[in-house]
Nanobody, 119 residues
């Protein structure tokens, strides 16, 4: 059974940092990609970053490029999202997802973790 468990969300002041983690199990971690999505209140869920665990190539959407860093610990089947210079508009529920490729079309989702940025 595929399982994805996010952790690390919380409350942070604008300009601050948080690190999210996604622990994966139930599939061959090295053969797949992991992406982070987020959904703000009243908005659609959007993919913001992805890492291909087979070769560690990464992708970022413009809204987070230069502020967020995605990384993978293949020994621990865990992907991290380091978020810096957080803005109020980064407030959302953050989800990790498993994908065949970094095309932002998941086959499995985590349960989500709330990130709230206050000014």
């Amino acid at each position: 059974e595929v399982q994805l468990v996010e952790s690390g969300g919380g409350l942070v002041q604008a300009g601050g940092s948080l690190r999210l983690s996604c622990a994966a199990s139930g599939f061959r971690f090295d053969d797949y990609s992991i992406a982070w999505f987020r959904q703000a209140p009243g908005k659609e869920r959007e993919g913001i970053s992805c890492i291909d665990n087979s070769d560690n190539t990464t992708d970022y959407r413009d809204s987070v490029k230069g502020r967020f860093t995605i990384s993978s610990d293949n020994d621990k089947n865990t992907v991290h999202l380091q978020m810096r210079s957080l803005k109020f508009e980064d407030t959302a529920v953050y989800y990790c997802a498993a994908l065949l490729f970094c095309d932002y079309v998941p086959f499995s989702w985590g349960q989500g973790t709330q990130v709230t940025v206050f000014s």
